[in-house]
């Protein structure tokens, strides 16, 4: 690197800093400054230009010219940094630093010095002089060298305990909860400066505290009172699912009352819950005084009530889909962000208990870095997509996306003959899709409406591929790459109560993490699975409108999971076509009418 020693200012920094002393009365003039700009008029003309005209900074006059080196050094487990008989004004102990310098960084600096010698010769620059201590052998070269103030590798990140301190989470090994981020975790020194890796290390390490506080951790509401629900709609949803979640939820959520615009809904509704019953949105929403909005309505009204809500700054749950298109849905997010809303989406499949675990496990490492995410016919549209992030990662983004479709017809019926079972008289159609994320992790999406009718096909799976491991469904296959040692384990598990199917806790064995739980903060009243993740939501959802915090599925990522599936469609309709992402929708929309519009030309 450079080290410029410089002659004297340069006449156009000498220049402004006269203009500003001329404008600040209580500072004396720069005639110093006002000297030096005269004295050198070309320059300051140069200077100028380049500063004014060109927008980059202006050369200052160097009277010499040092070239310097940082080298990387070899991790000398005698360097250590240690605590000191010494107090700082508060009584704690001062860092003592025991720095050690190996022979091998003074042959490092010579032959990094022998090297740019040699490129300078052959680009014929003019050669610099060596500095006199690259050619001592007594150990006086010591004494020329010294820190860039950047401690590093006190505690290394390391594969186990035998050679660092903490694991690729920046946990400490043997200590769950506790986590180191910065420098100090480095393997190696490398070189200065370091504090870009260290903040990279620092947001990483945020991102997967974040990550698995929001999946895992029950979210406990102390302050008073109870956040008040308005619910929208009657229907199966709401008395299948969110009635037996919100009572269970009774001692920290508030039923404020619902509606629905069908009059023997609202009667049967209220029969079998007590909520109070409202005619009319504007009524519930007026008089009932929600501190959030709970929507479970069908999906062509799922739009215009979100837009109410977001119209009274009224926080919002909804349900899956966010919205049919891709535009519609960056609308209302765009208006939520605007207004400060906190906006939600209750997506199920994404949070139920098994991916819970599988979650915990991606994010211990325990198959080692994702390569790819399969949804071999497992989950249907937007909850598959929603799967499918969740297991990459919701903060890597989409990039490309390839999607083709293929119809079998009716294949489950034998030709000229009535189907003796309902099902087998569904048309087959399959989806195959591939989505790349900006990372290069792959998503496998393949999709049939048919195939889970089908009694023809078998359960689809969703499969999870690590440098280490794999998991499918529930089972987990883990291999060792340093001896080759294979080991399976099933998920367990474990109910609360004896004859009862009531999840307490769910578990998978790892030979390397032990024992991995995910515990149900729900066991007791006996709520399904699907209604155990939608009380994950719920309950998260009220403690975000108290607490300002963020739901555990947004509407901004419900959204990007929109513009994934709608670009399927639009490869599909165009013959498997590369559509990046994000979705420029207009431009799109235009080349799907040219392309389907040529191939009706062509047939013609």
Excluded at 107 to 126: D, G, I, P
Excluded at 255 to 284: C, Q, Y
């Amino acid at each position: 690197f450079p080290f410029e020693h410089y002659l004297r200012p340069a006449a156009i920094g000498s220049a402004k800093r006269f203009a500003q002393s001329l404008q600040d009365r209580d500072q004396p003039l720069a005639i110093a400054d006002l000297g030096n700009a005269l004295r050198h008029p070309l320059e300051l003309v140069n200077g100028a230009i380049d500063r004014y005209a060109f927008k980059r900074s202006a050369l200052q006059p160097i009277q010499r010219l040092d070239i310097g080196c940082c080298a990387e050094q070899v991790p000398d487990p005698e360097s250590r940094v240690t605590l000191s008989d010494r107090r700082d004004a508060l009584g704690q102990p001062l860092a003592r630093l025991d720095w050690r310098i190996a022979d091998l960084e003074f042959l490092t600096y010579q032959k990094a010095a022998q090297l740019f010698l040699q490129e300078c010769r052959r680009l014929r620059l003019e050669t610099p002089t060596m500095s006199p201590w690259l050619d001592t052998q007594d150990g006086s070269w010591r004494a020329a060298l010294h820190d860039m103030a950047h401690p590093m590798c006190t505690t290394r990140m390391a594969h186990d305990e035998r050679h660092g301190v903490v694991d690729r989470n920046g946990q400490v090994f043997g200590v769950a909860g506790l986590h180191v981020a910065g420098s100090s975790v480095f393997a190696t020194g490398g070189t200065a400066n370091p504090t870009l890796t260290a903040v990279a290390l620092g947001l990483r390490l945020a991102d997967n505290l974040r990550r698995n506080l929001r999946a895992h951790t029950r979210i406990e509401l102390t302050s008073t009172p109870r956040p008040r629900v308005a619910v929208l709609g009657a229907g199966s949803r709401i008395r299948d699912v969110h009635l037996p979640v919100l009572r269970a939820l009774s001692d920290s959520i508030e039923v404020a009352g619902f509606t629905s615009r069908s009059e023997e809904s609202r009667a049967a509704l209220a029969a079998e819950s007590g909520w109070k019953s409202f005619a009319t949105v504007e009524d519930l929403l007026e008089r009932g005084s929600p501190d959030f909005v709970l929507s479970a309505v069908s999906g062509e009204s799922n739009d215009a009530l979100a837009w109410q809500a977001i119209g009274r700054r009224l926080p919002l749950l909804g349900e899956t889909p966010l919205a049919w298109s891709e535009r519609s849905g960056r609308a209302l997010v765009s208006a939520a962000r605007a207004t400060g809303n906190i906006f939600g989406i209750a997506e199920q499949f994404a949070t139920l208990p098994a991916m819970l675990l599988l979650r915990k496990l991606i994010a211990l490492g325990g198959i080692g870095s994702i390569t790819a995410v399969v949804n071999d016919f497992a989950t249907y549209d937007y909850h598959g997509i929603a799967q499918l992030r969740a297991l990459a990662g919701y903060e890597r983004r989409g990039s490309r996306i390839q999607s083709r479709r293929f119809g079998f017809g009716k294949t489950g019926m034998m030709d000229g003959l009535p189907a003796p079972l309902p099902e087998l008289g569904w048309p087959e159609e399959w989806e195959l899709a591939t989505i790349e994320l900006s990372d290069g992790r792959l998503l496998t999406h393949h999709y049939s409406a048919g195939f889970e009718v089908l009694p023809t096909r078998p359960r689809g799976k969703f499969s999870v591929y690590g440098e280490s491991g794999s998991v499918t469904d529930e089972t987990l296959l883990f291999v060792d790459r340093r001896s080759g040692a294979r080991h399976t384990a099933e998920f367990e598990r474990q109910v609360s109560a004896a004859g009862k199917a009531d999840l307490a806790e769910l578990s998978v064995t790892h030979p390397s993490l032990g024992r991995i739980v995910w515990c149900n903060p729900f066991a007791g009243p006996g709520l399904s699975e699907e209604q155990i993740s939608v009380a994950l939501h719920m309950r998260a959802f009220a403690a975000a409108v108290k607490h300002r915090g963020a739901p555990l599925y947004s509407a901004a990522e419900a959204l990007d999971d929109i513009e994934i599936l709608r670009g399927l469609y639009y490869s599909a309709q165009t013959q498997g076509s590369t559509i990046a992402l994000p979705l420029r929708t207009r431009w799109r929309q235009l080349h799907l009418l040219a392309h389907r519009s040529f191939r009706k030309f062509l047939r013609k």
